[in-house]
Each structure stands twice: as structure tokens, then as C-alpha cells.
């Protein structure tokens, strides 16, 4: 059976292909698998931005932040998200954050 860092490089595979709802279940199972794996969660945001699920992929990132406080790249897209949202303050304090 495949762990979590499997089925969250594999999900990220499916969605370069342009397969979003099946990188999506993947993923999801890799959480059910590993919930608390920062990177999964980061994967996770990284196919809902695609989708342009900003705010789902905004959850996703902020609990990648939280399980991996130090997880830059997060914190960067996190405040990527934001800016989408229009949330131009709270993404400053994201990227201050990630500085």
C-alpha cells in the first residue's frame, strides 16, 4: 500500500496532466493516510490553485503553515491565495511571515 508522500506525488502527476478531481481524491486519501503531513496539505493547495479553488487551496496551505511553521514555501502561497481572494493585508502579513 502506498503511503501518503506516494499518493501526494503521484496526485501532483495527475494534475501536471490536467486530471484535477482524480489528483484531488488521491491526495485526499494521503491526508486520510498521513493527516499530519505538511507536505500532502501543501500538494493539496497546490492542485486546489490550479483549480482556482483559491480559498480551499488557502485552507490547504495554512495547514501545511501549521503543522510545519518553518515551511516557506506555504506561507509564500498562502499569501498567493490571499492576494486571489483580495485579501491584500492578510497576504502581506503571510509574506512578512514567510520572510
Known amino acids: 500500500m502506498p503511503d501518503a508522500r ?3 506525488d503521484k496526485a ?5 496532466s490536467g486530471h484535477y478531481e482524480e489528483a484531488l481524491d488521491l491526495i485526499n ?3 486520510k493516510i498521513d493527516a499530519n503531513n505538511a ?3 501543501y500538494n493539496k493547495g497546490i492542485i486546489l490553485f490550479r483549480m482556482c479553488r483559491y480559498q480551499d487551496a488557502l485552507n ?6 501549521d503543522i510545519d511553521p518553518e515551511f516557506t ?3 509564500v502561497n498562502k499569501g498567493v491565495a ?3 481572494l ?4 492578510a497576504a502581506i502579513h503571510a509574506f512578512d511571515k514567510a520572510i
Open 6 to 8: 506516494e499518493l501526494s
Open 12 to 16: 501532483l502527476g495527475l494534475a501536471e
Open 29 to 31: 486519501k494521503g491526508i
Open 39 to 41: 507536505n500532502v496539505w
Open 60 to 65: 490547504s496551505f495554512a495547514q501545511a503553515a
Open 73 to 75: 514555501e506555504a506561507l
Open 82 to 84: 490571499l492576494m486571489e
Open 86 to 89: 483580495g485579501k491584500t493585508l
